[in-house]
């Protein structure tokens, strides 16, 4: 009888074996933690790592309303510290610089019906993220997105997240130069990169093509590259304004200058050596203050800038840093189809539909005859059925040329002006044929109390409601507004850059819990996020609307010629709009009006006490007890390959475990331990067996020595038992490891090793 | 019928829900009282997106969706994990089915389904790609179960090739729920 198909063995011939092996990795880890072999909160760093993120609801409880009850979900291990095995959780997938292909939105349309709730829904950060999805779904969904080309590797933890750019890079007539390549080279260099395993907190890389937009974000990013030129003699030299320690959550920082031209050839070790300082000194304890933004404010920007500069001179030599370089340009897009003109009498015939979707969605790229077209995505969202007819039109006409943008949406770029009503046509049918993009009814909003733990207050629900209403505004000066909504105090719709923001929170009235959100204004979109606004003060919820309604009157009636929303909010000053939100500050009694005591889109009476612990960093682990966890599990991958009649195989994975174990102690004492075997048994020899720090108190040394026996005389051909003997030496050796990685900790934390 | 999930839909009568958002509370009822009888989480909407599975009831093992369609509203179930033997998935979707939409029916009485046209959905690429053969593979299957729970029907296949497989289950009558319910309970041998 043939086995059941699995994705694996199908899709193994079309994934890249160093990815494949990574999902494997990731699978064996699940069965370990489901074996009670792996700790809890090792194993939530770990999927955190492949994008595997908790949801709301996931510790096992949830508010009806009146009261708290359990979800009687089937007894398992837990996949994380309060986390239910069982409990559907969120799945980040990371889309560098936005940039997708026909195949990989198809991909993941597919994804989405088979492993989530059939909607696809893009971040502010550009990458795409699928719900409700079972932990033991995600290695056949991983292997699915790695076949078509995208991992979902250090999507969340504490790593590098997406890097995202500008999506108007190579097309924009503003830009110094295209960034594209740039952040590519640096988005994969940093993947899986060993200096960026131990960071203490997440860490954003975001790129512009020019410093007067907003497009590229900058200011709140951990690094924010912003493309310049220089002239060297008769050349033209790129390079970098390389900006460090931006940051938006509930105390946004500006990124300050790090270098006024990184040249393009130091962006990629420049970089490096920040990872590389940030890992070293951040912090670890108090993950409340140790993004970057808070190291660059205690060491002073002076002092941080040396500290980078030194690092940089200590730097490995990498031929990647430049490699890139030498093929610049080949991966540029190239149109699909001709550029042409759009006729006027062809616009006209498209119908009136179509001319406010242009008006709103369609800008002209530098390239004649060629256009960029937004589809309109509401909070984000989109079908699996949607999705697939988005990437059918990309197929037939611009090629793979489709972004993510930060602001929620989808990007064709190379529209053949001509081809512009077949696009809105085939958009249209699919019910994606909104126009509004960029404007006041765009509005942004993040998960919220939807899906996210740490959520106060519902910002879909209130995006929903604001973008209904909004979409009938006409005066040309309110339809630029820029609207964002947060659930709570994080800015992951990044309220404090917009026109008009708002964050969740919650009050007690009259006894009662009441859904809030605190406006804040005064923040700049434009010039890379050029300035963060201030909370004014907080509404009910259900009084928003009505708030935004008499902002956008009184802006629209008061502002002079020239003026931004940020003009009209210092001229008339805060006080007077803190009286417009006192004026919708009333919450009526819950007997007059129970709706109030409820959030948007959802009838349960509110409560906070669905938040959770928020994963949005999982707990530090550190890269010594990452290692050994690999090493572990290796060791268990030796175990399976012996069951399996491989003995050969057996013998290299228990001497790999070894090796891997020593190595994790190793970088303890030289974080520049490189993965060569001979190197790292030198360093573990020099470091742990000459100081005797690896020794056991009753046979000394005899552990390390299974290690060095090995690696003098690698397992080429083992026999079973050869094997045999190898995996229980490594189990050993490993034992072993744990009790040095206690005795570290006990040097530098007597009591946190008891 | 071997696949990790199935859906199972029938429409809602025109005119009968005219706003899908009225089953929001009914949702948050059937976690709150348990009268499903399963492990369900959160209800998921999205009524702002266009042709849409516009309310969710999302639950461990099965999923229960108001989705709205051009040609309009349907009643669905999706039976995702813990799944029946292969021989009685179809047969355990189906009580699924019923069971959910006679509690929003309690609810919300005005609510009408129609059981003239049963679509279901394999949402398995592996087991079941969208081809032809496999159609004709499951059509038996289906056919069998269809004819046994439902009487004289026909099969025909979705239209849309890049779309999971979908198998269009159209009979010449609409009975109540009830009917259909009780017709399902009893032995298959019958």
């Known amino acids: ?754 | 019928m071997k696949a990790r999930r199935i859906e199972l839909s029938i429409p809602i009568e025109a005119g009968t829900l005219p706003d899908p958002e009225a089953v929001v509370p009914v949702f948050h009822a059937i976690i709150r009282d348990g009268s499903l009888g399963e492990v369900l989480v959160d209800v998921a909407r999205y009524g702002h997106v266009k042709n849409a599975p516009a309310v969710v009831l999302v639950g461990h093992a099965s999923d229960y969706v108001i989705e709205v369609t051009p040609e309009g509203l349907r009643f669905a179930a999706v039976r995702k994990r813990d799944a029946a033997p292969d021989d009685r998935r179809l047969l355990d979707v189906a009580e699924r089915l019923l069971a959910a939409a006679q509690q929003v029916q309690a609810a919300l009485p005005a609510v009408r389904f129609r059981t003239d046209e049963l679509r279901i959905r394999v949402l398995d690429r592996l087991n079941a790609p969208n081809t032809p053969e496999t159609f004709r593979r499951l059509s038996d299957e289906v056919g069998a179960f269809a004819r046994r729970w439902l009487g004289e029907v026909t099969l025909e296949p979705g239209a849309d090739p890049s779309a999971p497989l979908e198998i269009w289950i159209r009979r010449g009558k609409s009975e109540p729920l009830s009917a259909l319910s009780a017709r399902l309970a009893r032995p298959a041998e019958e």
């Open chain 1, 1 to 754: 009888m043939a086995a059941d198909p699995s994705w694996k063995e199908r899709l193994a011939a079309r994934t890249r074996q160093d990815w494949s092996r990574e999902i494997d990795v990731f699978e064996t880890q699940l069965e370990l933690r489901q074996r009670g072999k792996i700790e809890e909160k090792l194993f939530a760093e770990t999927r955190l790592r492949r994008g595997a993120y908790g949801q709301r609801y996931d510790n096992g409880h949830r508010q009806d309303g009146q009261k708290a009850q359990e979800l009687a979900f089937p007894e398992r291990p837990t996949k994380g510290p309060g986390t239910v095995w069982d409990a559907p959780g969120m799945m980040r997938l990371k889309v560098p610089y936005g940039k997708l292909s026909a195949e990989q939105l198809e991909a993941m349309a597919e994804l989405a019906e088979e492993y989530s709730d059939g909607i696809l829904h893009v971040t502010t950060r550009q990458d795409v993220q699928l719900h409700f999805v079972h932990i033991e779904d995600t290695p056949d969904l991983m292997r699915r997105l790695a076949a078509v080309g995208i991992t979902s590797r250090e999507a969340c933890g504490n790593s590098v997240r997406n890097v995202t750019q500008c999506t108007s890079a190579g097309v924009c007539s503003g830009e110094a130069f295209d960034t594209t390549p740039y952040a590519h080279a640096l988005a994969f260099f940093l993947l899986g990169h060993d200096d960026v395993q131990d960071m203490g907190r997440k860490f954003k890389v975001a790129f512009s093509g020019c410093r007067q937009s907003a497009c590229g974000l900058t200011s709140f990013h951990d690094i924010g590259a912003i493309a310049t030129t220089r002239a060297v003699g008769e050349r033209v030299e790129r390079g970098f304004q390389l900006f460090v320690g931006g940051g938006l959550g509930a105390v946004p920082q500006a990124a300050q200058l790090l270098e006024e031209f990184t040249p393009e050839t130091e962006l990629l070790p420049v970089s490096q050596a920040v990872c590389r300082v940030f890992a070293r000194l951040g912090e670890r304890e108090n993950r409340q203050r140790a993004r970057l933004k808070f190291l660059v404010k205690r060491l002073g920007i002076e002092e941080f800038r040396r500290l980078v500069r030194d690092e940089r001179a200590k730097l490995r030599p990498d031929p990647r840093w430049t490699a890139f370089l030498e093929a610049l340009g080949a991966g540029d897009e190239r149109p699909l189809r001709a550029g042409a003109p759009l006729s006027a009498e062809a616009a006209r015939a498209a119908g009136a539909g179509f001319a406010r979707w242009r008006a709103d969605n369609v800008r002209g790229q530098k390239q004649a005859g060629y256009t960029t077209a937004t589809v309109s995505l509401p909070l984000g969202d989109l079908t699996s059925r949607q999705a697939r007819a988005v990437a059918a039109v990309a197929r037939l006409l611009t090629g793979d040329t489709l972004r993510t943008t930060v602001d929620q949406n989808l990007l064709f770029r190379w529209v053949s002006e001509a081809d512009l009503p077949a696009l809105y046509a085939a958009l249209e049918q699919v019910g994606l044929g909104d126009g509004d993009a960029g404007t006041i009814a765009d509005v942004t909003s993040c998960p919220g109390t939807d899906t996210c733990k740490l959520g106060i207050s519902s910002s879909r629900g209130l995006s929903a409601e604001l973008r209904r209403r909004l979409r009938v505004i006409d005066a040309p000066a309110a339809r630029e507004l820029h609207v964002k909504c947060s659930g709570c105090y994080n800015s992951c719709a990044q309220h404090h850059v917009a026109d008009i923001g708002f964050l969740g929170v919650s009050r007690v009235v009259n006894g009662r819990r009441v859904p809030h959100f605190q406006l804040v204004v005064g923040g700049q979109w434009t010039d890379n996020a050029g300035a963060f606004g201030l909370a004014i003060g907080a509404v009910p919820s259900k009084n928003v609307p009505k708030l935004v309604d008499a902002l956008v009157a009184r802006y629209a009636a008061e502002r002079a010629d020239g003026d931004v929303f940020r003009d009209w909010v210092q001229r008339v000053g805060k006080k007077e709009i803190r009286a417009l939100v006192d004026a919708h500050a009333h919450v009526p009694p819950y007997d007059v009006d129970p709706s109030y005591y409820s959030d948007w889109g959802d009838p349960r009476e509110y409560t906070i006490g669905d938040i959770g612990e928020g994963e949005c960093a999982g707990a530090v682990v550190s890269y010594l007890e990452m290692g050994l966890a690999a090493s572990e599990r290796e060791v268990f991958e030796a175990q399976l390959l012996l069951d399996q009649g491989e003995p050969a195989g057996a013998a290299r994975r228990a001497l790999s475990a070894m090796l891997q174990a020593a190595r994790a102690l190793a970088h303890e004492r030289n974080p520049n331990v490189s993965e060569d075997a001979a190197e790292v048994v030198r360093e573990f020899r020099v470091h742990f067996y000459d100081t005797k720090l690896f020794f056991d108190p009753f046979v000394g040394g005899k552990f390390a020595h299974y290690l060095f026996n090995a690696q003098a005389e690698p397992p080429a051909s083992a026999t079973h038992d050869v094997a045999h003997q190898l995996i229980e030496e490594a189990q050993l050796f490993l034992d072993a490891a744990h009790a040095c990685h206690a005795k570290l900790v006990a040097q530098t934390s007597p009591t946190a090793a008891e």
